[in-house]
């Protein structure tokens, strides 16, 4: 959706997405603007909860049941397993994409990983798809006036127009940027500090994973250890991802940086700050 500054302080129900990579203030606006009754929409948790919630549970079993006592119990259905993800804690989500390399090393053959990634694909453009029921639902059923779409940093990857259309026709999409030279390393230092599993469109991951092997004299991604090669395709994937969220922002939205959302302390702040972008962009 597109404003003039007036329009935007006359939309009665305000409905946002955050766009931009993961650590640039996504989540922390969005608990900002929970605490201010707003309608949280975590994309990841709804992903966990509704889409892939069968798989998880599916991927925990699998390994349950290589260990007999879990065996027996599972099979008699004398114990049962439930996904338990949290808004602030997607760990069961980040568990299943997992991380490519040696599986002695915590890591997932390509061939699975590939699967695992597909799935995760299909669960993100399903989720987006949900986003005008969740607004209607917020409103109608839960009775909040104002809507945060919290997305994944992968949004950019997913190469569906109909997606981004989407959000456009019902939501004002804000992209955080990234600008400064120290926050980006600041960003991908965090990143690699602590490597998390990642979301990569199917091109991207085949090039980075051949010049990856290549590099360190490999043949197979199974030799590879998953944190080191996710430590080093970070900033690869940081700096591919920054013209995918222009190509959303330019035409569909309004771009604020990391910087500016770091100055938001409450709803008010959040508010002005969007006013600014719109008028920026006027």
Not at 252 to 262: K, L, M
């Amino acid at each position: 959706m597109k404003f003039t500054v007036d329009e935007f302080r006359a939309w009665k129900n305000k409905n946002i997405t955050l766009l931009g990579m993961s650590g640039v203030g996504k989540t922390y606006l969005s608990a900002i603007l929970r605490e201010s009754h707003w309608f949280h929409f975590s994309g990841d948790y709804r992903i966990g909860t509704r889409y892939l919630d069968e798989h998880i549970l599916d991927m925990i079993k699998q390994q349950a049941m290589q260990v007999p006592f879990l065996k027996q119990l599972l099979r008699n259905d004398w114990i049962y397993i439930r996904n338990n993800i949290k808004v602030h804690d997607l760990g069961p989500v980040l568990s299943f994409i997992g991380k490519l390399g040696n599986p002695e090393q915590g890591g997932v053959e390509l061939d699975d990983f590939l699967k695992r990634q597909a799935l995760y694909r299909e669960a993100e453009i399903a989720t987006m798809h949900d986003v005008p029921h969740f607004i209607r639902k917020a409103q109608e059923i839960y009775g909040y006036q104002n809507f945060i779409n919290d997305v994944g940093g992968s949004l950019c990857e997913l190469d569906e127009p109909a997606v981004i259309q989407q959000l456009a026709d019902h939501t004002l999409i804000l992209y955080i940027q990234v600008t400064d030279q120290e926050e980006e390393n600041k960003l991908i230092q965090r990143s690699q500090s602590d490597p998390k599993p990642l979301y990569y469109r199917p091109d991207f991951l085949k090039q980075q994973l051949g010049i990856y092997l290549k590099e360190n004299n490999m043949q197979y991604a199974a030799e590879m250890d998953p944190d080191e090669f996710t430590r080093w395709v970070f900033p690869h994937l940081f700096h591919s991802r920054i013209p995918r969220y222009e190509a959303i922002a330019k035409p569909h939205g309004y771009t604020v940086t990391s910087q500016e959302v770091s100055q938001v302390k409450n709803e008010k702040d959040f508010l002005q700050l969007l006013e600014t972008a719109i008028a920026r962009q006027s």
